[in-house]
């Protein structure tokens, strides 16, 4: 069963790996000692910026000029959009906008002509049907405003040319930026998709971990029933090759696991095995038969129980199998995900060996453990993940609010402390079944186990102001 201490780490890591490839919108900067082309194209660029935002609703004058929409009904469907804001949240348009940048104004007579014609668009037709519009429909839509009333508009490239500086080369370059700008959103839409599919599918491969493990065991057994065999055959065996002692090869343990429903379903729906790693079986093996565990095992005189059987399966695996660099490094070459894993589902495979021991019907009556303990956990890591992503600008500013406050440079602070810390106020705020203590304690193990020594103790002081913070404003009200 996967449970949430793994879910959490599993969440970190693929934030982190999101957020450090993760581009939002890029804006191109001006080019030095610019071709007359470059550099009028350059300039229409960013007017055409200003005049997504102007057409979205907001002020980029900052007061020094009167909107050409002022006094027109606002489009309610495009006021505000989720495109503009996430434009006008960049530090490089709040500086364009503060310099009073006013070469959009050029294009004032023919702004409002370009607004009233956008809910003819099949594309608005379309968008306005959405019930809930992400950035990535604002992306389609604007697209399509560019493309069809801008850069084919014949009144605003009258009007473009105008413009001294204007060439048909420019006038294209900043076009063709702008669509780049808004394209290059789309492929980070595509990494947050990838990004959202890997946590589920490492999760999958968590819980194929576990029965990989539960399944070295029977690879094992069946390796020693075949020296077994073949020392029986050779050319001059030994009464001792005749008469094997089989106590090894017949565990009632592994006989049990062999036959379980559960066990076999999943195996013939996974292709999984260890056929590649003859190696590590064969290595494992040859540690196992070494063993004291081993030896004090197949010296028992009476017959063992299933309960003793799988008493030894579970000494093998906490002394010999887990704590392996053989296993770590076959794992490695497996699955990317597995190495960071094992401790969780090793815990896992144990507690499943217990059970086996533990059945009253030679193991028949025992269940292997599901994928989440319920839907609530399924649903958990993805959730999680895209709360920590929607809401990481605010996050992120509560954060360095408290981190400035402590006289530290929030921009030389470890990114693993901050995505971890994002996560915890993702858990913390979004999930109110979920006490703010254990929230603490599972993030502050992450960052021991994952960030600096120092930052366990760090998280703890900044989550612990921002959560205070929270209560006091009533944003949060969790004991």
Known sequence: MINRVLIRIKVVQLLYSYLLTQCEFKIEPAIENPSRDKKYGHELYLDLLLMVLEMSGFDVSSGRRQSPLRGMALNKHIDHNALARALNGLDEIRSIILRGRSGVAQFDSVIPSIYDAIPSLPAYKSYIRIKKPELKDDVALWISIITNLIANNPEFIAVARKNPDFTLAGFTRGINSLMYTLNDYNDNRWSFNHARNALDYSLDKAHELYHSLLLLAVEITRLQDQRLDNAKHKFLPTDEDLHPNMRFVENKYIKALEENEDFQNYLGENKISWDADALLVRGLLDKIVESDIYKEYMSRREDTTLEEDADFWRQVYKTIILPGDELAEALESKSVYWNDDLHVMGTFVLKTIRRFGQSHNDGADVSLLPQYKDEEDSRFGGELFE????????????????????????????????????????????????????????YIEIANAYSTPRSGAFINGILYSVINHLKEEGKLMKA
């Open 387 to 442: 709360d920590a992503i929607k809401n990481y600008d605010q996050y992120r500013e509560q954060i360095d609010a408290f981190v400035n406050r402590n006289r530290w440079d929030a921009e030389r602070l470890a990114f693993m402390d901050i995505v971890i810390m994002i996560t915890a106020m993702a858990e913390i705020i979004n999930f109110p079944a979920i006490p703010i203590a254990v929230s603490l304690n599972e």
